[in-house]
């Protein structure tokens, strides 16, 4: 690995700008593409320290400035450097907890909430706090259930408690159907989704989709793709857990929009996954890149075991890109395994 040369300092206080660049890239970091560092302590609870476990798998940039002590940074009080302030008192906290066990992240909500409530504090309720938040209430603890917390959408109380509340309520209907009812804004409605998509059982989904499809179909183009990613990467970190639901297809409500249907579909297990692109996107013409992508790929994943589908597939491929959906590398070596999966299954 090339050696990095760190900043240089000439034993007074770094420069203010050199600091604040730094510090606002750092930050930009803990955002989505490494939210997944906390995640580690799920797939290895082992009793180490979380950032050692990290560092031992990957090197990420900001590691370095980690390591370094802030206490040299004086920031103006002027209003020009508030974010500054507030990154610092982000990383500070990170910095902090990074030294408690991979098993204490794994099993118990405060550090999760000290990170999530730190930066709701200093910037109110930004998406990063509940994508986090998501994740954290997928802790394995019997204890820690918080009745206290019941309404999802109450901003006054700590949010990952709520998370873990509502998580805890996958299999009660009437439950969630109170929270899409309460959910008055674009961010509200996206949070219920968020939670509700990510592990209500498959009866829920199954009574609630009527609900689900309106409340997706309100939902603006930049907030259903957030909700699209965020619930994604919480269903990857339970992959292992095989939690896919087989929601039957043919008996959901004949008004299910694309948009929904596209969100349902990272829940659902191959076969049922097939079955409902066939019967809600397999004509879909409009332009939206998450449907598009997955219609791109479903149509490629049903010509392994059925060739015949050629041209059909030919012409999905040909509306997406026309449209801007871009292959990608990731779509061939699934399909690739698919391929291989069901060679096997036919020479068996």
């Known amino acids: 690995m090339e050696s990095r040369e760190r900043p240089k300092s000439s034993g007074c206080a770094l420069c203010l700008s050199q600091w604040t660049t730094q510090i606002l890239t750092v930050f930009t970091t803990l955002r989505y593409s490494h939210a997944s560092q906390y995640e580690y302590a799920f797939h290895d609870s082992r009793p180490i320290p979380l950032f050692d476990l990290r560092k031992g798998r990957f090197y990420l940039e900001e590691d370095y400035f980690f390591e370094e002590s802030t206490d040299e940074i ?34 118990n909500l405060t550090p999760w909430s000290n990170l999530v409530e730190t930066i709701r504090q200093c910037w109110g309720d930004m998406w990063i706090c509940f994508h986090l938040a998501n994740i954290a209430s997928g802790i394995k603890s019997s204890t820690e259930t918080y009745v206290d917390y019941f309404d999802l959408l109450d901003h006054s109380k700590d949010l990952c408690k709520r998370a873990r509340y509502a998580r805890l309520r996958a299999g009660q209907h009437a439950w969630w159907v109170k929270q899409i009812e309460s959910a008055s804004n674009d961010t509200d409605r996206a949070v219920v989704l968020l939670i509700l ?55 959901m409500n004949d008004s299910l929009n694309p948009r929904a249907a596209v969100l349902l579909s990272l829940r659902l297990k191959p076969k049922a996954r097939k079955l409902l692109y066939s019967k809600y996107l397999k004509d879909y013409d409009g332009s939206n890149k998450l449907i598009l992508k997955l219609c791109h790929n479903m149509s490629l994943e049903l010509l392994v075991s059925d060739y015949s589908v050629w041209d059909e597939v030919r012409d999905t491929i040909q509306r997406s890109y026309a449209k801007g959906a871009v292959f990608e590398p990731y779509t061939f070596h699934r399909l690739n395994r698919e391929i291989t999966s069901w060679l096997t299954d036919k020479s068996g």
């Open 197 to 251: 998509t990510t592990w209500a059982s498959a009866k829920t989904l199954e009574k609630i989709i009527p609900s689900v499809s309106d409340l997706i179909q309100s939902l603006p183009e930049s907030n259903l793709e957030k909700l699209y990613d965020s619930v994604e990467e919480a269903l990857a970190l339970r992959q292992s857990l095989h939690q896919d639901v087989s929601l039957d297809a043919n008996q």
């Open 74 to 107: 004086k920031i103006s009080h002027h209003p020009r450097f508030e974010d500054t302030q507030k990154c610092l008192k982000v990383i500070e906290v990170v910095k902090r907890d990074k030294q408690l066990n991979a098993s204490l992240w794994a099993t």
